[in-house]
């Protein structure tokens, strides 16, 4: 059976169960107790609407492969050779690197009239020559030094924990 009204204890406001008794939910005399009529739940679609929203998920949906080759069968075929893109993808690398080159060029000539470039050339050099094992992360043998721990003992546990 379906109701369509529930009783509120209306001190506590706290909807009282169908299938408990008065003694059961506690309710003394002189309480307050309030029926209210529920709103009526939305009725359920019906046929013709789950077959459009059907037909709407449908028509959102991706097509397949088969389906892309029948619409495109009848358009002319650009590009089929694949080595020209390959080709494009070359002369981009080509001239990434060129790009990269004339760059760092750029960069040295700037450097150049830097009073500090020679110190900053040094430290490059240095990082460069530098074996990977060696390098540890320099903020944190900072805060190991910062700890009070010797920076040797600090480099070493660096080391040993990349």
Not at 25 to 49: C, G, H
Not at 60 to 88: C, F, G
Not at 106 to 134: G, R, S, T, W, Y
């Amino acid at each position: 059976m379906i109701t369509h009204h529930k009783l509120l204890h209306a001190a506590s406001e706290r909807v009282l169960s169908d299938t408990k008794t008065v003694l059961e939910e506690n309710i003394q005399d002189k309480d307050v107790l309030l029926l209210i009529k529920k709103r009526a739940p939305p009725p359920p679609p019906k046929m013709t609407e789950v077959s459009a929203e059907e037909k709407r998920k449908q028509e959102q949906k991706a097509p397949d492969k088969e389906a892309i080759i029948k619409a495109t069968t009848s358009l002319p075929t650009y590009n089929a050779d694949r080595t020209v893109a390959h080709h494009n993808m070359r002369d981009f690398q080509t001239e990434l690197r060129k790009i990269l080159v004339s760059l760092i060029e750029v960069a040295q000539k700037l450097l150049a009239l830097n009073p500090d470039a020679v110190e900053l050339f040094k430290k490059a050099n240095a990082m460069l020559d530098e074996d990977e094992d060696d390098r540890v992360d320099e903020t944190a043998l900072r805060q190991l030094t910062e700890m009070g721990f010797p920076e040797s003992r600090a480099m070493k546990a660096l080391r040993i924990n990349q």
